[in-house]
């Protein structure tokens, strides 16, 4: 292996800790989503990471899979944005506010 | 350190910064043209990896289709800048979010500190469509056919929830 396991899982906790601050600090929907696919993302180079450190291609097959639940949760999610952006004219997370007791 | 060490470090600054570009710029579209650009950067890390159908699967399907649907949906709502924050507490708020980052990243950096893995060799086909294939199709077959409703119910999901007008009585 060109670099230690550990280095790749490193890399990997950096960017899933930045991909759940910019879950907490940016209010525009969209940008909140991209910041969920950075966290999946993150997970994703995990799996791979220790799917070599074990010589098995196991890994790789649940990346292909959580790629797939990826692309069904982006256009689920997408169109449940634009359907809220319809009625509110907003992808403002603050002003989306509708379930809050 | 060798070649392929110093690559690796490369790449990983580099998407770093592009993830740091995700969630800092403040224009949505440019957040997203920096998601594409860490979405590669990790297709070449994939490939360091011996992952080579997953990179290319990271291109073509991340890269490619996701971030597109990403793209056409923010032209489409024609987004702007975002506005900038209100409310008194915003400071405080954001500086404990990174805060939290932080503290997040140094934990799970602490944690591996210590690990050994493993990471010798493997055979020559490994990561190969070939070898990826033998064992969706086989280990993961109920998954991988389970995954084909996942996908089914998604598309017509999103076709309902995304359409103009719906019918105002349900059947």
Known sequence: MIVPTQWV?????????????????RRN??????????????????????ARARGAVDGQVVVFFVMTVAAAEAAVGLAIIIASFRNRSTVNVDELALLRG | ?????????????????????????PNP???????????????????????????????????????????????????????????????????????????LAVELALLLRGATMGGGEVPADYGSAE?????????????????????LVAVVGAVLLAQKQR???LP
Not at chain 2, 6 to 24: D, E, I, M, S
Not at chain 2, 81 to 97: I, M, Q
């Open chain 2, 131 to 151: 070898a990826v294939a033998r064992s969706l199709y086989t280990d993961f077959l109920l998954p991988f056919e389970l995954t084909s409703i996942l996908l």
């Open chain 1, 9 to 25: 899982l490193m890399l990997s906790a950096v960017l899933f800790a930045i991909g759940v601050v910019g879950v907490l600090v």
């Open chain 2, 29 to 103: 579209v440019k957040s997203a043209i920096f998601l594409v650009v860490t979405l590669f950067l990790l297709a070449i890390v994939f490939v360091l990896l011996e992952a080579h159908m997953i990179a290319a699967l990271q291109v073509i399907v991340y890269a490619g289709a996701i971030m597109v649907l990403f793209l056409f949906v923010i032209m489409l709502l024609n987004l702007q800048d975002d506005d900038p924050e209100r409310g008194r507490h915003r400071y405080v708020l954001r500086g404990l979010a990174w805060l939290g980052g932080v503290v």
């Open chain 2, 1 to 25: 350190m060798t070649m392929g060490a110093a690559l690796f470090l490369l790449v990983a600054v580099a998407t770093v910064a592009a993830a740091l570009g995700v969630v800092l710029h």
């Open chain 1, 29 to 50: 929907v969209i940008v909140i989503f991209m910041a969920i696919e950075l966290m999946l993302n993150a997970v994703n180079l995990s799996f791979i990471a220790l």
């Open chain 2, 167 to 169: 019918r105002s009585s």
